[in-house]
């Protein structure tokens, strides 16, 4: 039988899966990463230390699957866009930034501010610059850490780096680099006047070669052979950035239908032919390519998702054993139908510029911790739906939200999001989304499939359809409102009192 194994380097863990031609996942392992952050805004991690869990998770996800090496026909990576992995001139590794640093946050601010930001930047890059964009980021390091900045021989994103643990190749991939805010989406090319612009027109030399998502990128290597149980030789394709992998994986194809991903990240996008509206709408959306020939994918994302929930869990129930605390949860959340505390989950940052902190609003003496959970759920959905009802600014009400990340394990939590939303939310039968589509993405690179439409057909499908309940519908867009209005009135407090970086 043909095997595909797809493995995604998140925000805090590395996957790896492997599924049949069906999509069926066969195995799977999972192996948490460690967050450097010794100082606020920092969010590193050990580029050794991740190759050794990668190689781990590799092997532990043969061993569940119970196939061997040889029966692995291609291999592709996904991982968090944004952020950067620096390899040295000397070929040593410097730092390895993820997509939730917030460090260059007076960066990002400061260019939005910029009157020629639009003109010199946005209408060729598409891409408005957050602190964690791989532009902004090294602006910053440039301005604050001269000496690692000058060492730079290439950068990487996440998804690279796992290619580059396998192949001994460094390069990059056509997804992730149109998200950077260093690429000419407009054009499809590296854009000279823009890295000008930023300041940094020598990072130029540091590109590596650009590949396609589903192309050959580099084999196995020996070493990778010998640590992972994979067969020397396997092919490697160029890979592709979780959101796009995530498109793919819940079947996104067409134009009445979204997706959204309550992962690390809070992301809701669509995949489209004609971005002509975007442009003209003068208002600022994320518009990259997408791996699919002649699509673009566009999103609204921040870092506001499950990992509040993630780190309310890790920090507030002690008394609830490690590996019952999700349950317990979702038990609270389907007991409790309302809570009059709001959580506005910006833990991790914000899409505002606004240097935003998690704010529990509300609280009074007799609050319950069962409501406080309630609102934690409540607050990622509405973040969630700030995004969506942005993007239909510019596109139809779908008929249907496609849902992927850890989160649509909770059906409560998923049924929590229909009724919100007021439409309905599917859910995936595959529990990794993001190796998922990149095991599509790897079986299109060796033929098995014709094209990303023929392997989205064959491999993916639909667990479970959340209908709205109508009597709820009303009550939460109500609730709704109210968060947007008071995320709006917060802007100027969060920002006059933020914490320094």
Not at 11 to 21: H, I, L
Not at 119 to 130: F, N
Request: glycine share 10%; net charge negative; hydrophobic share 40%.
């Amino acid at each position: 039988m043909t095997y595909y194994l797809g493995i995604d380097l998140g925000g805090t863990v590395v996957k790896a899966s492997v599924f049949d031609r069906a999509g069926v996942e066969a195995g799977s392992c999972g192996k948490r990463t460690r967050l450097i952050s010794r100082s606020a805004g920092q969010a590193e991690r050990d580029v050794d230390e991740t190759r050794r869990l990668t190689f781990e998770a590799i092997g532990g996800a043969l061993e569940s699957a119970g196939v061997k090496g040889g029966d692995v026909a291609a291999v592709a990576t996904t991982g968090h866009g944004k952020g950067v992995y620096i390899v040295n001139r000397d070929g040593g590794f410097g730092p390895g930034i993820i997509s939730t640093d917030t460090r260059s946050i007076e960066v990002s601010n400061r260019f939005h501010a910029h009157p020629d930001f639009d003109r010199q930047v946005y209408r060729r890059t598409l891409q408005p610059l957050w602190p964690a964009h791989t532009a902004t980021i090294l602006v910053w390091l440039k301005e604050t850490q001269r000496d690692s900045y000058d060492r730079i021989g290439k950068i990487m994103l996440a998804k690279d780096l796992l290619r580059f643990f396998l192949t001994d190749d460094v390069a990059t991939e056509r997804t992730d680099v149109s998200g950077t805010g260093l690429w000419n989406n407009v054009e499809g090319r590296l854009d000279i006047d823009v890295l000008d612009f930023l300041g940094i027109p020598e990072i130029a030399d540091a590109i590596p070669t650009v590949h396609a998502s589903h192309a050959i990128a580099g084999t196995v290597s020996a070493s990778a052979a010998s640590a992972t149980g994979l067969s020397q030789g396997t092919p490697v394709v160029g890979g592709l950035f979780d959101v796009n992998a995530c498109a793919l994986a819940t079947g996104l194809q067409n134009p009445d239908e979204l997706a959204a991903v309550v992962g690390t990240w809070s992301i809701s996008e669509f995949v489209t032919r004609d971005i002509s509206a975007l442009q003209a709408s003068g208002e600022r959306y994320v518009i990259q390519a997408h791996c699919v020939p002649d699509y673009w994918m566009i999103h609204e994302a921040s870092p506001t998702s499950a990992s509040n929930l993630e780190w309310f869990i890790g920090t507030l129930l002690p008394d609830i054993a490690e590996e019952e605390r999700f349950d317990y949860c979702n038990t609270v959340v389907a007991g409790t139908p309302g809570s009059d505390v709001t959580f506005f989950p910006f833990l991790f940052g914000d899409d505002l510029g606004a240097n935003a902190t998690g704010t529990l609003w509300g609280l009074r003496a007799g609050t319950t911790r069962d409501q406080i959970i309630r609102a934690v759920y409540e607050g990622v959905v509405f973040q969630h739906a700030r995004h969506l009802n942005r993007l239909l600014k510019v596109v139809p009400r779908p008929r249907q939200v496609r849902f992927a990340g850890g989160a649509t394990r909770s059906d409560v939590w998923m049924q929590l999001f229909a009724d919100t939303l007021g439409t309905p939310v599917s859910v995936s039968p595959a529990t990794e989304l993001g190796a998922l589509g990149a095991a599509i993405c790897a079986a299109v690179g060796i033929q098995d499939y014709s094209s990303y439409s023929e392997a989205m057909n064959a491999m993916t499908g639909t667990r479970h359809t959340f209908t709205p309940v109508a009597a709820r519908v009303e009550e939460l867009q109500q609730k709704q409102q109210r968060f947007d209005r008071a995320v709006s009135d917060m802007v100027p407090v969060w920002s006059r009192y933020a914490p320094s970086q």
